[in-house]
């Protein structure tokens, strides 16, 4: 059988997490680890993978990629890999569980023993964290990050590069906004705005103007 050849972007701690999700997938093939900052770190390796410039991903013929980065570069990362050309792919580990009617796009990372419900849309780049729960009809915008143990009840969206904290619950029928930052173990019982952070139970608004943050 054929294994699909793949490339993580990125060489950080994320990056080795992904590694062992990769090994749990049949059929995957991890080629190489991407690096686009620094250079001092080409030409070595982790886990026995090498590690090659982000300008050099081309040589390596047909790959598809998957982000590996947490940060708010996270988005400008795939952007400087899709302008060249590079097709995304998707890390779904075997112990999850997706409803046959779930739609997932492109570069969508979804972590050991996650449940995704029926007719839930999760758009591009989510990652979506160890043991999430995310209900039926539920929408997820692209590059917004689910943590470990976090509970999302049906028909919510969430808006795009929002952060859902730890074992945070977001309550049926709700909207987090853009960019919005759900804190830790929160509880979620209203509208969230865009670019705000909330925290407690129930969650309250705790800053305003938040741009992103590490997932």
Same mark, same amino acid.
């Given at each position: 059988?054929?294994?699909?050849? @793949?490339?993580?972007?990125?060489?950080?701690?994320?990056?080795?997490?992904?590694?062992?999700?990769? !090994?749990?997938? /049949?059929?995957?093939?991890?080629?190489?680890?991407?690096?686009?900052?620094?250079?001092?770190?080409?030409?070595?390796? !982790?886990? =026995?993978?090498?590690? /090659?410039?982000?300008?050099?991903?081309?040589?390596?013929? +047909?790959?598809?990629?998957?982000?590996?980065?947490?940060?708010?570069?996270?988005?400008?990362?795939?952007?400087?890999?899709?302008?060249?050309?590079?097709?995304?792919?998707?890390?779904?580990?075997?112990?999850?569980?997706?409803?046959?009617?779930?739609?997932?796009?492109? =570069?969508?990372?979804?972590?050991?023993?996650?449940?995704?419900?029926?007719?839930?849309?999760?758009? +591009?780049?989510?990652?979506?964290?160890?043991?999430?729960? @995310?209900?039926?009809? !539920?929408?997820?915008?692209?590059?917004?990050?689910?943590?470990?143990?976090?509970? @999302? !009840? =049906?028909?919510?969206?969430?808006?795009?590069?929002?952060?859902? =904290?730890?074992?945070?619950?977001?309550?049926?029928?709700?909207?987090?906004?853009?960019?919005?930052?759900?804190?830790?173990?929160?509880?979620?019982?209203?509208?969230?705005?865009?670019?705000?952070?909330? $925290?407690?139970?129930?969650?309250? $608004? /705790?800053?305003?103007?938040?741009?992103?943050?590490?997932?």
């Amino acid at each position: 059988m054929n294994r699909e050849r @793949i490339a993580l972007l990125g060489t950080g701690l994320f990056a080795e997490e992904l590694t062992d999700l990769v !090994s749990a997938i /049949v059929g995957i093939e991890l080629v190489t680890y991407v690096e686009n900052l620094d250079r001092a770190r080409v030409g070595k390796s !982790s886990n =026995g993978v090498p590690i /090659v410039w982000v300008d050099d991903i081309l040589q390596l013929g +047909d790959i598809g990629a998957v982000s590996a980065i947490t940060t708010t570069e996270r988005e400008r990362y795939v952007a400087q890999v899709a302008a060249m050309g590079i097709r995304f792919t998707r890390l779904v580990h075997p112990s999850a569980v997706v409803a046959p009617s779930a739609a997932l796009g492109l =570069g969508v990372v979804i972590q050991a023993n996650v449940v995704i419900g029926a007719q839930t849309v999760l758009g +591009d780049h989510v990652i979506v964290n160890r043991g999430a729960l @995310i209900g039926h009809h !539920s929408r997820l915008g692209e590059f917004a990050t689910v943590q470990a143990g976090a509970n @999302i !009840s =049906g028909a919510t969206d969430i808006g795009a590069r929002a952060y859902v =904290g730890p074992s945070a619950t977001v309550l049926d029928h709700l909207r987090v906004g853009e960019g919005a930052l759900i804190g830790a173990g929160a509880v979620v019982t209203r509208d969230v705005e865009p670019h705000v952070q909330v $925290v407690g139970v129930p969650a309250r $608004v /705790v800053k305003r103007g938040v741009t992103g943050r590490a997932s």
